[in-house]
């Protein structure tokens, strides 16, 4: 009688752990697709903003003026160069820690340096400045290069422990 008690209640452990199993692989999945549903969302919403974008741009390229008086122009400047810096400090210090989040910096890091050589060939005047700013537009297209291939790349991803 012993025995068949101490069957029964280790088959009646094992359908409770299959059963709690089958429960947390249901909800596991409804988290899955609660995940995938939000991430949809937030495509279709980034869709839209690129949808509504084209008529913002084309409203800009009628009213905005040929030129413009620009307060606070080098700190602007300065303040771009400082958050290339720092993108560039942060990307190397969690890249050599072997931190995959060095992949995100990267990734900003690059953006960051096209978005400055978009901006120093645009607001250059013709000449000597205009070269200047081709000059380092190449070598933040360089940068730009050197960062995407970081974030795109293996990586060495977590130092693993010996």
């Known amino acids: 009688m012993m025995l068949a008690t101490v069957v029964e209640g280790t088959a009646l452990k094992e359908t409770a752990a299959r059963s709690t199993g089958a429960q947390d ?3 596991g ?3 899955a697709r609660d995940a995938a549903a939000r991430r949809r969302w937030a495509l279709i919403a980034l869709a839209a903003v690129a949808v509504l974008l084209v008529p913002w741009t084309v409203v800009l390229a009628v009213t905005l003026p040929g030129s413009t ?3 606070n122009w080098p700190l602007a400047w300065i303040g771009l160069d400082v958050l290339m810096a720092a993108g560039c400090a942060t990307t190397a210090l ?3 820690r072997g931190d995959p989040r060095a992949r995100l910096t ?3 890091t ?8 978009w901006f120093d060939i645009t607001t250059a005047g013709t000449g ?4 200047q700013a081709l000059l380092c537009a190449v070598a933040e297209a360089g940068l730009a290069g050197a960062c995407a291939r970081l974030a795109l790349g293996k ?3 977590r130092r693993q422990a010996p």
């Open 25 to 27: 692989t249901a909800s």
């Open 29 to 31: 999945d409804a988290a």
């Open 69 to 71: 008086q620009v307060d």
């Open 94 to 96: 969690l890249g050599l």
């Open 106 to 108: 990267a990734s900003a």
């Open 110 to 117: 690059a953006a960051i340096a096209v978005l400055d050589a």
């Open 128 to 131: 000597a400045p205009l070269a």
């Open 155 to 157: 990586g060495r991803g």
